[in-house]
């Protein structure tokens, strides 16, 4: 059992950048692997990228590959989503998510949620 929940979000003009951070609680952080998930309205939720326990793999999606950059740091429970040339069509929701299994690009392979931040990228 772990419980997230994402801070960073806000309001951005295009090209610009936030970084995103997930607090995980609990003492077992280190044994999940961690992603981030996104969702617009109206659409469906899309992986965005993801990283192995001990932070020596990472899985990006191909529209914020070498924008996006993700994070972990096991000491302080915290995962971090770094987002630089921010374009409009990153505007959704951002979810950080955990799982016990191998790191898939696909919602249904994921154990915990947390309960959003939204990003909002202007033109």
């Known amino acids: 059992q772990v419980q997230l929940v994402e801070s960073g979000g806000g309001l951005v003009q295009a090209g610009g950048s936030l970084r995103l951070s997930c607090a995980a609680s609990?003492?077992?952080?280190?044994?999940?692997?961690m992603g981030w998930f996104r969702q617009a309205p109206g659409k469906e939720r899309e992986f965005v990228a993801a990283?192995?326990?001990?932070?020596?793999?990472?899985q990006y999606a191909d529209s914020v590959k070498d924008r996006f950059t993700i994070s972990r740091d096991n000491a302080k429970n915290t995962l971090y989503l770094q987002m630089n040339s921010l374009k409009p069509e990153d505007t959704a929701v951002y979810y950080c998510?955990?799982?016990?299994?191998?790191?898939?690009?696909?919602?249904?392979?994921?154990?915990?949620w947390g309960q959003g931040t939204q990003v909002t990228v202007s033109s």
């Open positions: 609990g003492r077992t952080f280190s044994t999940y692997a």
């Open positions: 990283i192995s326990r001990s932070g020596g793999i990472t």
């Open positions: 998510a955990a799982t016990i299994g191998i790191i898939v690009q696909t919602m249904s392979a994921w154990n915990y």
